[in-house]
């Protein structure tokens, strides 16, 4: 659990079936030693989209490629305001 209290980027996970991963995806993955599934949301969590563009490597399309990326695997990216005091709490659905 997690907890904030200033504005926050949600990512929720739902993975697609069948998702073919361009070359450079699978050269991601094959760098950070993860799939891109799990690297992606900590990462924009983290640094926010263009960071997370940044940190990936994507070049000056970036932001756009990462959009793109995370629409075809199924990560949702959702922006959530707080009120002073409010607090967001995040739980990973368990399989």
């Keep these: ?30 760098k950070f030693k993860r799939d891109l599934e799990v690297i992606i949301p900590e990462l924009v969590n983290e640094y926010g989209l263009s960071g997370a563009a940044k940190k990936l490597g994507l ?12 629409l075809k695997l199924g990560i949702q990216f959702r922006k959530v305001a707080l009120a002073p005091g409010e607090i967001i709490e995040i739980r990973r659905i368990s399989d």
């Design 1 to 30: 659990m997690f907890y904030t209290n200033f504005i926050y980027c949600v990512i929720l996970f739902n993975m697609p079936q069948d998702v073919k991963k361009t070359t450079k995806m699978k050269s991601l993955e094959k």
């Design 59 to 70: 070049g000056e399309s970036g932001k756009s490629t990462l959009s793109y990326w995370m």
